[in-house]
């Protein structure tokens, strides 16, 4: 399974982005998928995932609120809605593939992992 995430760039504080993560078989569509961030000198860091069926989803607590992930499972794409972005969210983000139909907060509970799309928030 290959995974192409993209919608990264350059934003101002208090704006939005969209990150798009599409998979390359539907294989994907029984698993869970999440996105995950890392920070210049900092250790990753869950962001959201979403279930197999879109059913359920799971923020992480800095995120809570701002960011919204959804799935088409007919487009084998999984979406992150940022919105009120901060200068702190600037990151590389990963989407990632769970072994699993319901994903969790853990990056050792996903198999597939994309290249990453970069998101630069400037204050």
């Known amino acids: 399974v290959q995974l192409q995430a993209s919608g990264g760039g350059l934003v101002q504080a208090g704006g939005s982005l969209r990150l798009s993560c599409t998979t390359s078989?539907?294989?994907?569509?029984?698993?869970?998928v999440g996105w995950f961030r890392q920070a210049p000198g900092k250790e990753r860091e869950f962001v959201a995932t979403?279930?197999?069926?879109?059913?359920?989803?799971f923020y992480g607590d800095s995120v809570l609120g701002r960011f919204t992930i959804s799935r088409d499972n007919a487009k084998n794409t999984v979406y992150l809605q940022m919105n009120s972005l901060k200068p702190e969210d600037t990151a590389v983000y990963y989407c990632?593939?769970?072994?699993?139909?319901?994903?969790?907060?853990?990056?050792?509970?996903?198999?597939?992992w994309g290249q990453g799309t970069l998101v630069t928030v400037s204050s």
């Open positions: 979403i279930a197999w069926n879109g059913g359920s989803t």
């Open positions: 990632a593939v769970s072994r699993s139909s319901y994903g969790s907060s853990l990056s050792r509970g996903y198999q597939y």
């Open positions: 078989r539907r294989t994907a569509s029984n698993n869970a």
